[in-house]
C-alpha cells in the first residue's frame, strides 16, 4: 500500500533557526503539494509543483520559506528563519496528473501524515 | 480566488441518523468536486468526488450531489456510526488547477 510518508513527524524549535521538512511523494506521482493547516486558518495551499517544477508558491511567505523538488522522489519545505506563527501542521501531498488539455481535471491527492511543528 | 463555504461548521447527529454537509463555491468554471475527512491527529483522506458532467454519485454510506446552477455540492452520510465522526472538507477546483482550496471544515461527531 504505497503512501506519502514525510520527516520529520514533530519538530520543536525556537525563533530563528532553520527548519526543514521532507516529503517522498508515491512512486510514479508527478503533482506534489505542500499544504499548512492551523486552526484559525485552516488548510491552506503553499506550493504545488508539477513534474518537479514549481507552479504555484504564492500562498508562501517568500521572504522565509522556499520548496524544492531535487528528484523525483523528494520534496522539501524550508524555513528560514521560523517564527512562533509558523508552528503548524505541513502536509505533503502527491498526486497523478493524467491529462494533457486545457480543461484539465483534478484528481485524487494522497496526503502524508504531516510535520507537526511548533515554534517557541 | 475560489471562494468556498461550508455549512454546518459542527453537526452532532445520533447514530444511525442521517447527516448531510453542504458546500458553496463562487467560481462556475469549476469542474471537480471532493470531499475529503480528517479523523483527529490524522491525515486528510479522499472518500468521495463528482465530476461536473455528473449530478450525483454512491458510494455505499456516502453520496455527492452536485448542483452546478447554484454552485453548491453535498455530501450525505446514511446510517451514521461512531467512526464516522470526523472533520469533513469540501474542496471545489477549477480545470487545469490541480491545487485545492479546502473550505473551513464541519466537525460531525456521531453519537453512540
Known amino acids: 500500500d504505497a503512501r506519502v510518508t514525510q520527516t520529520p513527524r514533530h519538530k520543536v524549535t525556537e525563533m530563528g533557526q532553520e527548519v526543514t521538512m521532507r516529503c517522498q511523494p508515491i512512486?510514479?506521482?508527478?503533482?506534489v503539494f505542500w499544504y499548512r493547516q492551523t486552526m484559525m486558518q485552516g488548510l491552506e495551499l503553499l506550493a504545488y509543483f508539477r513534474n518537479r517544477a514549481p507552479l504555484d508558491d504564492s500562498g508562501m511567505p517568500k521572504d522565509r520559506f522556499s520548496a524544492e523538488m531535487p528528484d523525483a522522489t523528494l520534496a522539501t519545505l524550508k524555513i528560514q528563519p521560523s517564527e512562533p506563527r509558523d508552528s503548524a501542521v505541513y502536509f505533503c501531498a502527491s498526486g497523478l496528473d493524467r491529462d494533457r488539455g486545457v480543461g484539465r481535471r483534478g484528481e485524487t491527492q494522497y496526503f502524508g501524515p504531516g510535520t507537526r511543528l511548533l515554534v517557541l | 480566488g475560489e471562494n468556498v463555504e461550508q455549512h454546518p461548521s459542527t453537526l452532532s447527529v445520533q447514530e444511525g441518523d442521517s447527516a448531510v454537509i453542504k458546500c458553496t463555491y463562487s467560481?462556475?468554471?469549476?469542474?471537480?468536486f471532493p470531499w475529503y475527512k480528517q479523523e483527529l491527529g490524522k491525515r486528510p483522506q479522499l472518500i468521495i468526488d463528482?465530476?461536473?458532467?455528473?449530478g450525483e454519485k454512491k458510494d455505499q454510506r456516502i453520496a455527492v450531489t452536485l448542483n452546478k446552477t447554484a454552485k453548491h455540492f453535498s455530501l450525505h452520510i446514511t446510517e451514521t456510526q461512531p467512526e464516522d465522526s470526523a472533520v469533513y472538507f469540501c474542496a471545489p477546483s477549477l480545470p487545469g488547477r490541480r491545487a485545492l482550496t479546502f473550505g473551513s471544515g464541519t466537525r460531525l461527531q456521531v453519537q453512540p
Open positions: 467560481d462556475s468554471a469549476s469542474n471537480y
Open positions: 512512486l510514479g506521482h508527478n503533482t
Open positions: 463528482i465530476r461536473s458532467n455528473v
